[in-house]
């Protein structure tokens, strides 16, 4: 089946710097997401990409759909605290038979104050 | 309302209970799914119901239940659990591109 390649596994980082992560899939999507989840809490939606090569940002929040349609990547800009959590990128092929989301294994964040 | 609902939020029960998850959704989403989550893993797909029917069912073992009874409300009936089973369980509904997911209810079997 279809497996996402995340990046890192966790980071451990100083308040007010830049943070990036990525997806990398064996097979192509037609829409990336990127989800933050909190400890005992369930994934909330940060950004949803449609098209190829599309540059969204949300806040301090900048994510891209590569143009092979097989990455995504995340930045978090000046990053606060509440930073803290597990962030998932998510494919999916919406439309498709099987449009079901297809999530990354996580990045751990922490932010040391 | 752009909210998923589940209870009860905490539930512990023994491996002869029965006891059942509940979800609501009122953003008027045709799909709705359970996912289970354990530690520092991402949630993994239990089952799908598209316009109320299950369309999808990840071989989950027969002591997981789902039940659909309307568009707004999804059950998850539970009975003879193990304590492999005790995780997080995530409902969440789509209208298509992207879910929106419930808070979970954090299980223990024991």
């Known amino acids: 089946g279809q497996q996402l390649n995340q990046s890192p596994q966790s980071m451990f980082i100083q308040e007010g710097e830049d943070v990036s992560m990525n997806c990398t899939s064996s097979?192509?999507?037609?829409?990336w997401l990127w989800y933050k989840q909190d400890p005992g809490e369930g994934p909330v939606l940060l950004i949803a990409?449609?098209?190829?090569?599309e540059l969204t940002s949300n806040g301090r929040l900048t994510a891209q759909f590569g143009i092979t349609r097989k990455d995504s990547f995340l930045n978090i800009s000046a990053s606060i605290p509440s930073d803290v959590g597990i962030y998932f990128c998510?494919?999916?092929?919406?439309?498709?038979?099987?449009?079901?989301?297809?999530f990354g294994k996580g990045t751990k964040l922490s932010v040391k104050p | 309302d752009t909210e998923v609902t589940q209870t009860p939020k905490h539930l512990v029960m023994g491996m002869t209970n029965k006891k059942s998850l509940k979800c609501e959704q009122h953003?008027?989403?045709?799909?709705m799914y359970w996912y289970k989550q354990k530690a520092k893993k991402p949630p993994e797909l239990m089952f799908v119901?598209?316009?109320?029917?299950?369309?999808i069912n990840e071989s989950v073992p027969s002591r997981f239940s789902p039940e659909c009874p309307n568009s707004s409300l999804l059950n998850l009936h539970l009975h003879a659990l193990q304590p492999e089973d005790s995780a997080l369980y995530l409902c969440?509904?789509?209208?298509?591109?992207?879910?929106?997911f419930g808070s979970g209810t954090r299980l223990t079997v024991v």
């Open positions: 969440a509904s789509s209208h298509g591109v992207g879910y929106t």
């Open positions: 097979s192509i999507f037609n829409t």
């Open positions: 990409l449609y098209k190829a090569g």
């Open positions: 998510a494919g999916q092929n919406y439309g498709g038979s099987q449009g079901n989301l297809i």
């Open positions: 953003m008027g989403h045709r799909a």
């Open positions: 119901y598209s316009y109320e029917k299950l369309s």
